[in-house]
């Protein structure tokens, strides 16, 4: 199945004041992996761009408000399944097409990436 990697332990939840305004757009440098929301909300949003669609126009055709949409390509909402397979049906993808190219666009990051834990 290939190498086990050691993981860094998550460090205790940041104070309310020591929290960043917005997530990173990029994979954290400080040494703990992304979340798996942060990951497939950046390879959504590479996707629409890339097909030229809006965030509105892929909502619409998903089900979802586009406030949602933007929420999860910004990494700040973890969709359940179903709306992840209707996210990722508006862009012409499966939802495990979005999980190989998490784990691809991983292998170049200076960290592991966990998608499950």
């Not at 939840?13 to 909300?41: K, N, Y």
């Not at 973890?78 to 190989?100: F, I, K, Q, R, Y």
């Amino acid at each position: 199945m290939g190498d086990v990697v050691p993981l860094p332990v998550r460090r205790e939840p940041l104070q309310e004041q020591d929290r960043p305004a917005a997530p990173a757009r990029e994979p954290r440098r400080d040494g703990v992996e992304p979340l798996w929301r942060e990951s497939a909300g950046r390879e959504l949003r590479r996707q629409r761009q890339a097909s030229g669609r809006r965030l509105i126009d892929v909502a619409d055709e998903a089900g979802v408000s586009p406030q949602y949409l933007s929420e999860v390509e910004r990494g700040l909402k973890d969709p359940s399944s179903e709306l992840l397979a209707a996210m990722t049906g508006a862009l012409g993808l499966s939802v495990a097409g979005l999980a190989s190219r998490v784990a691809s666009a991983g292998k170049s990051l200076p960290t592991p990436l966990c998608l499950a834990a």
